[in-house]
């Protein structure tokens, strides 16, 4: 099933155009706050590397505000939302007291949560300081949730924090779930599960080498369960009682259009921005410490957003290695930024090449 259907290579060539108009407008729809590196759990694949103590203080929310008050002018705030992320964001005490300032500058504003220490009061109060927008983290059943998690309980806490976020209309909601050997098998009971919570948005991604995933080599699904996890996901798709997809992070050749809603398009700094814990003015959160393009300590956030980030809307650079002869690179660009080498430029991990392997 490697070869790209006719009509899927039309869609991939119409949007290729659109991606390079919204990539020459760069306009700024999603800010991403690290909050904290400060975690709960001890996660298997955490691209950040968090534990409970972190020697990187919390970014205090001033400082952060700053940032967002540079990029106020410069767009319409009901269309940019920020999203809170960390470590794990409900670790800090202040997310209201940040909320409410969002809210008085109109901002939507949204956090991204393993669901361990959310409960209804915790919820409750985030809510009414404005939160529109929440994705849970819920990786298998319990025993390869937990294990994954690092923390006995943790698929109780994160199923109970789902069915609170499920009940409240009023809320952006979907769930996230990482795709790996041990709990592959588990995705259709899985499912069930979340039916049954009244969950509308589920989304699936998989293990990237970056952070303690590099070191847990073991969790990566080979070629052929890779091709499993797409024909599941575009199962779901068709029976139309939940609305799966696989997560922004790579190409999928000929299931592109079918196992997600858009077609692959990698918008770190093209409309994705971020701001890291200690200042650093990146892109998509998953880029870490590659990418870097300044620092609020240091610049105004919207004459960097403005004037750098060549590197990620010129994207010419990643035609080289197993992509400089690859016949989708057109309409991949390169992958996600996220599953490159900054420094070597090699590309890391490719889903289509997955997918080319099982054929």
């Not at 940040?98 to 956090?111: M, N, S």
């Not at 999928?252 to 918008?267: H, I, T, V």
């Not at 971020?274 to 410490?289: E, Q």
Request: aromatic letters at 10%.
């Amino acid at each position: 099933m490697n070869k790209i259907p006719f009509q899927t290579g039309l869609g991939l060539e119409l949007f290729r155009a659109f991606r390079s108009a919204q990539t020459k407008l760069h306009e700024l729809n999603y800010l991403f706050w690290e909050c904290t590196l400060r975690c709960n759990l001890n996660c298997s694949h955490c691209g950040s590397d968090c534990t409970k103590s972190s020697s990187v203080k919390d970014m205090p929310i001033a400082d952060f505000l700053k940032a967002v008050d540079s990029v106020r002018p410069h767009v319409d705030p009901h269309n940019t939302t920020i999203v809170i992320t960390g470590g794990e964001p409900i670790l800090r005490n202040d997310l209201e007291e940040c909320g409410i300032e969002l809210y008085k500058r109109e901002f939507p504003w949204g956090i991204v949560s393993n669901g361990f220490a959310l409960d209804a009061v915790r919820l409750d109060s985030l809510r009414s300081a404005g939160l529109r927008s929440i994705t849970i983290s819920l990786d298998g059943l319990e025993k390869s949730h937990d294990i994954f998690r690092g923390e006995k309980g943790s698929y109780v806490r994160a199923l109970k924090a789902i069915e609170l976020c499920a009940k409240c209309n009023d809320l952006e909601f979907d769930v996230v779930t990482c795709v790996h050997q041990n709990n592959l098998s588990e995705l259709d009971e899985l499912k069930k599960i979340l039916v049954t919570t009244c969950l509308k948005r589920w989304r699936l991604f998989t293990i990237f080498p970056k952070g303690r995933a590099a070191q847990n080599d073991h969790l990566k699904l080979s070629s052929d369960q890779f091709v499993r996890l797409m024909d599941f996901i575009v199962s779901c798709r068709e029976e139309g009682i939940i609305s799966a997809s696989y997560g922004c992070e790579g190409f999928l050749g000929p299931y592109e259009g079918k196992a997600r809603d858009s077609f692959f398009f990698c918008k770190a700094g093209v409309s994705v921005g971020s701001v890291l814990i200690d200042g650093s003015i990146s892109a998509c959160p998953s880029l870490r410490s590659d990418y870097i393009q300044g620092n609020i300590y240091a610049d105004d956030f919207w004459e960097v957003w403005e004037n750098r980030f060549t590197n990620m809307r010129d994207r010419s650079w990643t035609k080289s290695g197993k992509c400089a002869t690859c016949k989708q690179f057109k309409y991949c660009n390169g992958n996600g930024l996220h599953l490159r080498d900054e420094k070597s430029g090699e590309l890391l991990f490719c889903q289509y090449e997955l997918i080319n392997e099982k054929n």
